[in-house]
């Protein structure tokens, strides 16, 4: 079967730096997506990475090994705003995006 | 209006009832999707729609019954639901459903609780 793999919650000090984890086994792969859901609010896109290495983008990367099936996600200098849930999602061979059960990141001052 | 809206954001219904969620998009996408998002669980993909022909159906109950009349609305019907059907709906949409990047922008979600 199709399976990725988060851990369920992470917490963390503000202006601090956290990597949240995630590996995946999946039916081919097009591509990792990141998504950030605050509680009660729509996810929104964070990154994606279909090629190895790591994408920068503002205080957050995200990092690929599609030869390990993983991926993470880095947050540096943690706001309170970054208190939210992570999600990953792996495109398998048929396009189709299948959802970690997302990390819950909570930031203490 | 901008992005993906949701209508109601919030529905509590009997299991007798028939109720709709409407889902619009505002960005000229081609690909439209519903998901339930139940706590602490991964998002399940229910239907999707590729300029307004639906893909995929992940084994949806029937009780479940889509609409996509056009490709900026999609309807998700509800009839004679179940307790465990309680969840968050969310709509998503993207330009496509293949080849590049086509990352998904969702909606606020309507929270529905079945009684």
């Known amino acids: 079967g199709q399976n990725i793999d988060q851990p369920t919650e992470m917490t963390a000090t503000e202006g601090a730096i956290v990597q949240i984890n995630c590996t995946y086994q999946?039916?081919?792969?097009?591509?990792l997506f990141w998504y950030q859901q605050h509680a009660g609010e729509a996810p929104t896109f964070l990154s994606y990475?279909?090629l190895d290495g790591l994408e920068e983008k503002g205080r957050f990367s995200s990092f690929l090994s599609r030869s390990k099936g993983y991926s993470y996600l880095l947050l540096k200098e943690l706001q309170m705003k970054d208190s939210a849930s992570y999600l990953c999602?792996?495109?398998?061979?048929?396009?189709?995006?299948?959802w970690g059960a997302g990390t819950k990141l909570i930031i203490k001052p | 209006e901008t992005g993906v809206t949701q209508t109601p954001r919030h529905l509590v219904m009997g299991m007798t009832n028939k109720k709709s969620l409407k889902c619009e998009q505002h960005l000229g996408h081609n690909a439209m999707y519903w998901y339930k998002q139940s706590a602490k669980k991964p998002l399940e993909l229910m239907f999707v729609?590729?300029?307004?022909?639906?893909?995929e159906n992940n084994s949806v109950p029937s009780r479940f019954s889509p609409e996509c009349p056009n490709s900026s609305h999609l309807f998700l019907h509800l009839h004679t639901l179940q307790p465990e059907d309680s969840a968050l709906y969310l709509c998503?949409?993207?330009?496509?459903?293949?080849?590049?990047?086509?990352?998904?922008?969702f909606g606020p979600g309507t929270r529905l609780t079945v009684t």
């Open positions: 990475n279909v």
């Open positions: 999602a792996v495109r398998d061979s048929n396009y189709q995006l299948i």
């Open positions: 999946t039916s081919g792969f097009n591509g």
């Open positions: 729609y590729n300029f307004k022909e639906q893909t």
């Open positions: 998503a949409s993207s330009r496509g459903t293949s080849g590049d990047a086509y990352e998904q922008y």
